[in-house]
């Protein structure tokens, strides 16, 4: 699955309208896609801390680190990911990734 599919399944999860996007933002002004959802800035939790957080907030994952990996666990499964040299990348993307698998059980 891409990355952008990936998204737009947690944006359905979480309720999120948008379309998606390319935009330069941030204090480089880097490239980045998202969804536009009409505020300042593109949506992105696998970018985003911020976004990322939300996204489990909302949709109740409880996330968990343990022997170099990440986790997010939902009422539906476990989902993992390598944390190597990014621990931080590695938890928002097992987020969005958990959130995208119950987005995709809305569309059931």
């Not at 999860?13 to 300042?40: K, N, P």
């Not at 489990?56 to 539906?76: D, E, P, S």
Request: with cysteine; net charge negative.
């Amino acid at each position: 699955m891409t990355d952008r599919e990936l998204l737009e399944l947690a944006a359905r999860a979480a309720g999120i309208v948008g379309t998606w996007s390319t935009g330069y933002q941030g204090h480089g002004g880097e490239e980045l896609d998202g969804l536009d959802t009409g505020s300042s800035f593109l949506w992105n939790p696998l970018v985003s801390d911020g976004d990322a957080l939300r996204l489990a907030v909302k949709l109740c994952i409880r996330i968990a680190h343990m022997n170099g990996f990440a986790y997010a666990l939902t009422g539906l499964r476990e989902f993992e990911e390598a944390e190597i040299a990014a621990p931080y990348a590695a938890t928002r993307r097992v987020i969005v990734r958990a959130a995208a698998e119950i987005g995709a059980r809305k569309e059931e």
